[in-house]
């Protein structure tokens, strides 16, 4: 199936449905179906949370010599396939509060990228007396991007209940406030000026600063001392992943609106002609949203991690080039980094990177004679990438949520640590000289 089928498939299930679920698929929720450890299972843990609404039908104890089980069976349609399974839950009372899903078709969870998503619904209308339908939404995949902005999923999302019918609430207000703006200037004669005030997307660098006033605020705290804040890893994803998006999604919403109105306005008052003559120029735009949206991300997460190190008093120096490469960070200086008589420890590079996929293999390029660590908010890495990296000598930093999390497939890997174990043990620890006390 290809994304685009996929993407229009999900919105169209979405609009058939009078509640939804989604939840972030745990390890063990799709390494069954890869023949793992986890492949007994054969199924997806459901929270409690979730097993006590009224998105699944209800349990019960069907079996008075086993009054610990409680049961349902039920139908679900899965549109990837065409498939109508019959599926079943059960809750082990005596074991623990989740409840198993099984019944499901093994092949949608082979092979997924850590962090995948089960979206699911409640239909209005019954499918054959099917009231439930799921897909699976892999997070390597570009729909995970519009569903993460659809329904505004934070970077600690696990799972939630929604209502399509609200799910957009937030994001229709500021849309109606745009469209509001842009019918006066039309009418006022003031587009352009409207047009000229948002003509540019903030910087990089001034969107960093207004995530980190935001999360300083929200958190009262006076910087972002990593030796003050219990988790450091955390508040980068928090800042990174969900306040400075936020405020970029904003930003982009208002110049993106505006470019495509000088567009077509500017073809004159016949609205067909203007499309027409104008779609190179609106192709043009929306190309160009989406090559800034991604690049974007890793640029201010420099910013975010340069700002740990300073509030820290750590030295390090951003950008430096040394023999045709530029690591993001060399702590303490390029000067001793290239040091001919320095010993392993007396300097580090810190490369700093969002999203991982293949370009962790540009780090491992790097070869200075020091310790080499990859600092990222990426929670889709594959275990096999992660070795692949511990082979290559390349340590990952990862925030202190997603080390522990069940979703990822970090825990246990002896190359991967948290920011707070970056900064109290690589440098509190080992490498002191690097602080400026």
């Known amino acids: 199936m290809t994304i685009d089928n996929q993407w229009s498939d999900i919105q169209e299930w979405i609009g058939k449905s009078h509640q939804l679920l989604i939840k972030k698929l745990a390890r063990n929720d799709c390494g069954w179906a890869d023949g793992s450890e986890h492949g007994h299972q054969n199924g997806v843990y459901i929270p409690r949370a979730i097993r006590e609404s009224d998105f699944f039908p209800k349990l019960k104890n069907i079996n008075q010599n086993k009054p610990h089980i409680f049961e ?14 019959p599926s079943n839950l059960k809750h082990y009372s005596n074991k623990g509060t989740e409840m198993h899903f099984t019944g499901v078709p093994k092949n949608e969870f082979a092979g997924l990228t850590p962090a995948s998503l089960i979206i699911g619904g409640v239909l209005r209308k019954p499918i054959d007396d099917t009231h439930h339908w799921f897909m699976i939404v892999d997070s ?17 999302f696990h799972y939630g209940l929604f209502d399509p019918a609200d799910a957009l609430k937030i994001q229709k207000d500021e849309t109606d406030q745009l469209i509001d703006e842009l019918s006066v200037a039309l009418k006022t004669g003031s587009l352009a000026a409207f047009i000229a005030a948002v003509s540019k997307m903030p910087a990089p660098e001034l969107l960093a600063v207004e995530a980190q006033r935001a999360f300083l605020k929200q958190n009262q705290l006076v910087d972002l001392n990593p030796y003050e804040i219990p988790n450091p890893g955390d508040a980068i994803m928090k800042i990174s992943r969900d306040i400075e998006y936020s405020l970029y999604k904003r930003a982009e919403r208002r110049y993106r609106a505006a470019e495509v109105i000088r567009i077509i306005t500017g073809g004159g008052a016949d609205i067909v002609s203007s499309v027409v003559r104008g779609f190179p120029d609106l192709d043009a735009t929306f190309l160009s949203a989406s090559q800034h949206r991604k ?5 201010s997460f420099e910013q975010h991690i340069a700002r740990l190190l300073r509030d820290g008093r750590i030295a390090f120096e951003e950008q430096a080039v040394t023999g045709g490469r530029r690591p993001d960070f060399v702590l303490p200086s390029l000067v001793v980094l290239k040091a001919k008589k320095r010993t392993f420890e007396e300097a580090l590079v810190l490369s700093a990177k969002t999203t991982l996929r293949e370009r962790w293999k540009q ?22 990438a992660i070795d692949d990296m511990n082979t290559n000598g390349i340590h990952l930093v990862v925030p202190e949520s997603l080390k522990k999390s069940k979703e990822t497939c970090y825990n246990g890997k002896i190359n991967v640590i948290t920011f707070r174990e970056f900064f109290d043990e690589e440098i509190f620890l080992k490498r002191p000289s690097f602080r400026h006390i």
Do not use: H, Y
């Open 72 to 85: 349902s069976q039920f139908k679900t349609l899965w549109p990837a396939t065409g498939e109508i399974k």
């Open 140 to 156: 390597a995949s570009e729909e995970v991007e519009l569903l993460e902005a659809m329904f505004d999923l934070e970077a600690e």
């Open 295 to 299: 690049s974007r991300a890793g640029r």
């Open 363 to 384: 780090v491992a390029m790097e070869k200075f004679n020091c310790a080499l660590f990859l600092a990222t908010v990426d929670d889709r890495v594959s275990a096999a």
